[in-house]
Nanobody, 123 residues
Framework: QVQLQESGPGRVKPSQTLSLTCTVSGDSNTTGDHYWNWVRQSPERGLEWLGA??????FYRPSTESRATISRELSKDQFTLQLNPAIPEDTAVYYCIRGTSIRVVPKKPEDLWGQGIVVSVSS
């Protein structure tokens, strides 16, 4: 059974780098047709797609593109998200998703979501 698990610090100070890792287990097709996405959810903005890597390309939400870096480490079956610098508005629950495309919001049955990790950006 394929599972995704987010990991990283639960709290980051403003101006530091928010760095999260998603570890994929049970997926034999780590180099295949999937898109590896990051989404966050907060009461203020709801579900917000941040970006994805797949198909030999990397995609970003325009409003966070200048601060975001998404990368994939095939040897470790992991992909990562960095937001630098972190700002208080980055406080949210962060999800990694294995999707059939970069359109993972709204949720689709064929996409696989991690459980989510709470990240707070505060001093």
């Amino acid at each position: 059974q394929v599972q995704l698990q987010e990991s990283g610090p639960g709290r980051v100070k403003p101006s530091q780098t928010l760095s999260l890792t998603c570890t994929v287990s049970g997926d034999s097709n780590t180099t295949g047709d999937h898109y590896w996405n990051w989404v966050r959810q907060s009461p203020e903005r709801g579900l917000e797609w941040l970006g994805a890597v797949g198909g030999g390309r990397t995609f970003y939400r325009p409003s966070t593109e200048s601060r975001a870096t998404i990368s994939r480490e095939l040897s470790k079956d992991q992909f990562t998200l960095q937001l630098n610098p972190a700002i208080p508005e980055d406080t949210a629950v962060y999800y990694c998703i294995r999707g059939t495309s970069i359109r993972v919001v709204p949720k689709k049955p064929e996409d696989l979501w991690g459980q989510g990790i709470v990240v707070s950006v505060s001093s």
